[in-house]
């Protein structure tokens, strides 16, 4: 059997983790082609980084910036940081 307190504990090491935006799931990144045609007729293709996760019982959306800025690792480190500012505080 598990004591009150040890319980206690493990709450308290779950809220610390999920307050540094380190839930149970990180945050899905993906990567959303945006096709654009100029006057002439000419297509396009541009890369966005998105993510999103889910809060409760919505999925949050977010966009993190330009394909040719930043590399997966970036986006999923500023999707980290997002869901973390994005979590209610107690």
Partial sequence: MVDIATLAAMAENFLDLLE???GPEDPRVWKRSLIKRNTKGEEKTYYRWYCSWHDG???VTEYLGGGRKMSE???LE???RL????LPRC
């Fill in 83 to 86: 869901k973390a500012e994005a």
């Fill in 57 to 59: 019982n919505r999925t």
């Fill in 73 to 75: 690792a970036i986006a």
């Fill in 78 to 80: 500023k999707a980290k």
């Fill in 20 to 22: 540094q935006g380190v």
